[in-house]
């Protein structure tokens, strides 16, 4: 298992971007393939999938997001990023930074970041 | 499909057993995995690959699934298994991670 901890603004302006920065601990690799993503909680809600992205660049996004999304990853310096565009309140959310992983029958999140609120708000 | 629908809550007397499922056409094709969340925490994931417990995750906390549903059963609940349990499988497309609802587990 690995631990995870996110980092990045709490607040952003409306039609910005926001950034965040994963960090990674432990031993990352699986017999399972490995994905590094972003998992997000609005407030009182349930959890939303944005994307994960392998180490060789494979990537899945969520396309309710409509391209908004970015993953990038760089296991050589343990951490990987999300950048998410346009913003507006409804993407004011607690966002989780996990790893996804995955075979021929599933994927499972077996970590997560212990999660970081961001507000969209002027 | 790309939906998993849960009920939204359930209660359960301590020490009784209770059932929560989780429903989807996906859940033909690929595993569900199962996540308890505690206000203020993230996630843990309770059981992968519909049955499979991971290291420290009590026996009384079991997985099945048959066709287009899954279920969580807590044999035996306790005070610390109330919580919010959400399940999670690939879409029907493969690549992508659905949720679903979520069901509030009270334990009286």
């Known amino acids: 298992q690995v631990h995870l901890l996110e980092s990045g603004p709490g607040l952003v302006r409306p039609s910005e971007t926001l950034s965040l920065t994963c960090t990674f601990t432990?031993?990352?690799?699986?017999?399972?393939?490995?994905?590094w993503g972003w998992i997000r909680q609005p407030p009182g809600k349930g959890l939303e999938w944005l994307g994960s992205?392998?180490?060789?660049?494979?990537?899945f996004y969520n396309p309710s997001l409509m391209g908004r999304v970015t993953i990038s990853v760089d296991t050589s310096k343990r951490h990987f990023s999300l950048s998410l565009t346009s913003l507006t309140a409804a993407d004011t959310a607690v966002y989780f930074c996990?790893?996804?992983?995955?075979?021929?029958?599933?994927?499972?999140?077996?970590?997560w970041g212990p999660g970081t609120l961001v507000i969209v708000s002027t | 499909s790309s939906e998993l629908t849960q009920g939204p809550a359930v209660s359960v007397a301590l020490g009784q057993t209770v059932t929560i499922t989780c429903q989807g056409d996906s859940l033909r094709l690929y595993s569900v995995s199962w996540y308890q969340q505690k206000p203020g925490q993230a996630p843990v994931l309770v059981i992968s690959?519909?049955?499979k417990r991971p290291s420290g995750i009590p026996d009384r906390i079991s997985g099945s699934s048959s066709g287009t549903t899954a279920s969580l059963i807590i044999t035996g609940a306790e005070a610390e298994d109330e919580a919010d349990y959400y399940c999670n499988s690939r879409d029907t497309h493969g690549n992508h991670l659905i949720f679903g609802g979520g069901t509030k587990v009270t334990v009286l």
């Open positions: 690959d519909k049955n």
């Open positions: 992205r392998s180490s060789g660049g494979t990537t």
């Open positions: 996990v790893r996804d992983l995955r075979d021929y029958s599933g994927s499972s999140i077996d970590s």
């Open positions: 432990g031993d990352p690799t699986s017999t399972k393939s490995v994905y």
